[in-house]
């Protein structure tokens, strides 16, 4: 199992970053994806899922409206397109699979991890 976050960088208040996680080991079928995020001096948090299966999603309420997960199982691909961002966004975003996602939940933990990708918004 393996996971692999990218495009993470600076950005300006407003702007948008779309982050990818190539994942391989493993189907999309049958295994859910999430993002979390761990800003400086804070607790991890989750982000949005989307499940196995039927692709249900989840977002936290802090980005509900502004981000948006989607996945191409051809290419074992997860996405979170994020627009209008703020810099309360500013954090390290990780992908995670092995994860509870479901219409309304999503888990705080997961199983297996990929490495982070820095995401900054400032001026």
């Known amino acids: 199992v393996q996971l692999q976050a990218a495009g993470g960088g600076l950005v300006q208040p407003g702007g948008s970053l779309r982050l990818s996680c190539a994942t391989s080991?493993?189907?999309?079928?049958?295994?859910?994806i999430g993002w979390f995020r761990q800003a400086p001096g804070k607790e991890r948090e989750p982000v949005s899922c989307?499940?196995?299966?039927?692709?249900?999603?989840n977002y936290a309420d802090s980005v509900k409206g502004r981000f948006s997960i989607s996945r191409d199982n051809a290419k074992s691909t997860v996405y979170l397109q994020m627009n209008s961002l703020k810099p309360e966004d500013t954090a390290v975003y990780y992908c995670?699979?092995?994860?509870?996602?479901?219409?309304?939940?999503?888990?705080?933990?997961?199983?297996?991890w990929g490495q982070g990708t820095l995401v900054t918004v400032s001026s």
């Open positions: 995670a699979t092995d994860l509870v996602c479901l219409l309304g939940t999503m888990s705080s933990v997961a199983g297996s």
């Open positions: 080991g493993f189907s999309l079928d049958y295994y859910a």
């Open positions: 989307i499940s196995a299966g039927d692709g249900t999603t």
